[in-house]
């Protein structure tokens, strides 16, 4: 267990409506990471922050936008679900000088 | 472009036996490399990992194998066991892209009683 938790574990939204996402680390580590999995695709990463207040894009950021106003959470906002936006989503950890991220338990989402 | 990919999708072995599962990356300038593993309904698990100056490391019945030459990595499971069944990732950091943690699409490994 790497202290991270994330919520909802599973969400069911429609179209159109923001949903937002909330990744809790209780390690005081600087790097927060959202990714996320879909068939085809593996882990691809959409957001990450180095330290608070402080969030660059990833490879797939477009529909999401995210933020970090505490050391413990990040959180990653679908400002209008879409279909394409169903997968599964996984936050990530990483301390200062180290390599290795740890995953979060991920959270289901489905946009009808 | 960058891709770090598995030469096999599927694996399945037998319980008792050792486990290979194979990784090819493209970036010679890759940096760092990892291995993960995924079992159904949970986030990726850290397993091992090694520099690119090494060729070896091992941890407790995993070995993981670098061969800089061809591009290619490997984890090595000793004693395969049920418990092992899961999808295995193996991922590069490239540090020349801040750190970028890049994923191979993953092998899923059956183990048979």
């Known amino acids: 267990d790497a202290g991270i938790t994330q919520s909802p574990r599973h969400k069911v939204t429609e179209t159109g409506t923001p949903v937002t996402l909330r990744c809790h680390q209780t390690?005081?580590?600087?790097?927060m990471y959202w990714y996320r999995q879909d068939p085809g695709h593996g882990l691809r990463l959409i957001h990450y922050s180095y330290g608070v207040k402080d969030t660059d894009k990833g490879e797939v950021s477009d529909g999401y936008s995210v933020s970090r106003s505490k050391t413990e959470d990040f959180l990653l906002t679908l400002e209008s679900a879409t279909s394409s936006q169903t997968s599964v989503y996984f936050c990530?950890?990483?301390?200062?000088?180290?390599?290795?991220?740890?995953f979060g338990p991920g959270t289901r989402l489905l946009v009808l | 472009g960058e891709s770090v990919g598995l030469h096999l999708p599927t694996l399945s072995v037998q319980e008792g036996d050792n486990s290979i599962i194979n990784c090819a990356y493209s970036n010679s300038a890759s940096d760092y490399f990892i291995w993960y593993k995924q079992e159904s309904g949970k986030g990726p698990q850290f397993i091992i990992d090694?520099?690119?100056?090494?060729d070896k490391r091992q941890g407790q019945r995993v070995t993981v194998l670098l061969n800089k030459t061809v591009k290619h990595l490997s984890l090595q499971i000793a004693a395969t066991q049920p418990g092992d069944s899961a999808v295995y990732f193996c991922a590069e950091i490239l540090y020349n892209q801040g750190g970028k943690l890049i994923f191979g699409q993953g092998t899923e490994l059956s183990v048979k009683p």
């Open positions: 990530a950890i990483k301390g200062r000088g180290q390599e290795t991220q740890y």
């Open positions: 090694i520099r690119s100056n090494m």
């Open positions: 390690e005081n580590h600087r790097y």
